[in-house]
């Protein structure tokens, strides 16, 4: 069973590409998480959004409630980006659902 | 600084042998979990606690114990690890549960079972 689902698994840009991350999930939410994991394994989270649209440098997150979707935008990438980015979803009960990572490489 | 932390960093041990994977956190958050990440298979729950003495199961609790007997501290018990048990493990708090709340993680512990 996969309640979340991450496209693409992996991502390859030139320095200066937007890139668009997509997630689907399949179970009722109370939100949804974006996670970044760098090389060195540690986890951050970038965004947590239930409705709408949120911005964090260019970094860009929104959600669809009704169509179940999210995606994470990143606009003039940077090579500092490389990293693998992870959907998560929480629910009411406080369980939380993983998406398996998009890996995203970019070049210089 | 607000952190979490996790010891050890990294265990190798051999099947059967107890062990304790201790976490700690100095935000007093009281929402506290364990995850497991595997490759291919992603990050998945093992255990979590909504406060002291509150645990509930993840998508993945068997073969694994936690207590939380004080706000801080969620430490993960595996009784006689296996070697499926091999991965790499992270903690993680957050302020109330992951409703609504950022999730902090720790720095993970890899674990290899022989």
């Known amino acids: 069973k996969n309640e979340v689902e991450q496209s693409p698994q992996n991502l390859t840009a030139q320095e200066g590409e937007f890139i668009t991350i997509n997630c689907s999930y399949s179970?009722?939410?109370?939100?949804l998480h974006w996670l970044q994991q760098h090389p060195g394994g540690g986890i951050v989270s970038l965004f947590m959004l239930s409705s709408g649209k949120k911005k964090h440098g260019r970094l860009i997150a929104t959600i669809n409630i009704q169509e179940k979707h999210s995606s994470l935008h990143i606009t003039a990438s940077h090579p500092r980006d490389s990293a693998v980015y992870i959907c998560?979803?929480?629910?009411?009960?406080?369980?939380?659902?993983f998406g398996t990572g998009t890996s995203l490489t970019v070049i210089p | 600084e607000a952190q979490v932390t996790q010891n050890p960093r990294y265990l190798i041990t051999v099947t059967g042998k107890k062990l304790t994977v201790t976490c700690s956190q100095n935000?007093?958050?009281?929402?506290m979990s364990w995850y497991r990440q595997d490759p291919g298979l992603g990050l998945r729950q093992i255990y979590y606690s909504m406060n002291v003495e509150a645990t509930d199961k993840g998508d993945v609790p068997e073969g694994y114990k936690v207590s939380r007997k004080e706000k801080r501290n969620f430490p993960l018990i595996l009784e006689s690890p296996s070697p499926n048990q091999t991965s790499l493990y992270f903690c993680a708090s957050s302020s109330q549960g992951v409703s609504y709340n950022e999730q902090f993680f720790g720095p993970g512990t890899r674990l290899t079972v022989l």
């Open positions: 998560a979803v929480g629910n009411t009960g406080n369980q939380f659902y």
């Open positions: 179970v009722g939410i109370s939100a």
């Open positions: 935000m007093n958050h009281e929402y």
